[in-house]
């Protein structure tokens, strides 16, 4: 049986660009997050280094996740890809400090075979929604953890200071780079880089396409809306987005960081991450 996949899709930069991507094709979905450079070094003329890769990277799946080839192997050849090119191999240069090169969190879900296909690394949220009304999600516990130990250290310091949470994330740099020196590590977590090193430990999991409704792939600064308790879990955001939009999660989500200035209530890094979600529910045909 054939299986027909439609989407909708929300994207909001937290600056004049994201560092965020998203591509959505007839038999598949792409949601990359790049994850901001911890160096002032810059040598692209896009908003940020980091930005080029996220969003070259995904036109490069795009081009490819239809074709032959499991997701593995397709993750594989389009991070080759993008390295071969420059700034490609200047960003890859194995001299630069790892928290210095671009790095991206994400997912690809894909249909092949009777089978929604998932290849999830670090803290981009694959939520699959099954046809006996559970869900799973794929991402990141040990990111996770090691976000929120950065959070922590900042309220620790803002305690200690006599300063807002806000004003004390900008103490904790050392965590920030504690925390990237984890990546591709067999006890850290798999993200995608030039060097392609994350994508054998990244999770893969499949299911039975005619059990599964829906998927959800969000970046963390979307996810956040079910994580700090706006919606009771995954499903509730669904069934939200199904008769509204991908947008009021998102709405909900700014007006609450806009009225916590000073990330009392919400604890974060920033007061708002680029936000985006994909969600594509599957039809049969």
């Not at 560092?19 to 911890?38: P, R």
């Not at 004390?168 to 591709?184: E, I, S, T």
């Amino acid at each position: 049986m054939a299986h027909n996949l439609s989407s909708s899709t929300y994207a909001r930069g937290r600056r004049s660009f994201s560092e965020d991507a998203f591509a959505v094709t007839s038999d598949a979905a792409i949601v990359l997050d790049g994850a901001s450079g911890l160096g002032g070094e810059q040598i692209t003329d896009w908003g940020t280094d980091v930005e080029w890769f996220s969003h070259t990277l995904t036109q490069q799946l795009a081009a490819t996740v239809s074709g032959p080839g499991t997701l593995h192997d397709i993750a594989a050849e389009a991070v080759a890809a993008v390295a071969d090119t420059e700034p490609g191999r200047t960003l890859s240069d194995p001299s630069r400090p790892t928290e210095f090169r671009p790095s991206a969190a994400g997912a690809i879900a894909r249909v092949r075979d009777g089978k929604l296909q998932v290849l999830s690394f670090a803290d981009v949220s694959a939520v699959v929604f099954l046809t006996d009304g559970t869900f799973e999600e794929l991402n990141s516990p040990v990111l996770l953890q090691l976000d929120a130990d950065m959070l922590a250290a900042a309220q620790s310091e803002a305690d200690a200071r006599g300063i807002t949470a806000r004003e004390g994330m900008k103490y904790v740099h050392d965590a920030k780079v504690f925390a990237r020196r984890h990546m591709n590590t067999p006890h850290g977590y798999s993200v995608l880089t030039l060097d392609g090193a994350g994508i054998p430990l990244a999770t893969y999991r499949e299911w039975d396409a005619t059990q599964v409704t829906d998927v959800i792939l969000a970046t963390d600064g979307y996810a956040a809306a079910v994580e700090i308790g706006l919606f009771d879990d995954w499903d509730h955001l669904r069934r939200t987005v199904t008769e509204t939009s991908l947008h009021i999660p998102a709405i909900r989500l700014l007006q609450a960081y806009d009225n916590d200035p000073d990330f009392i209530t919400y604890p974060r890094s920033k007061h708002v991450d680029d936000i985006t979600a994909v969600h594509v529910r599957v039809g049969r045909g």
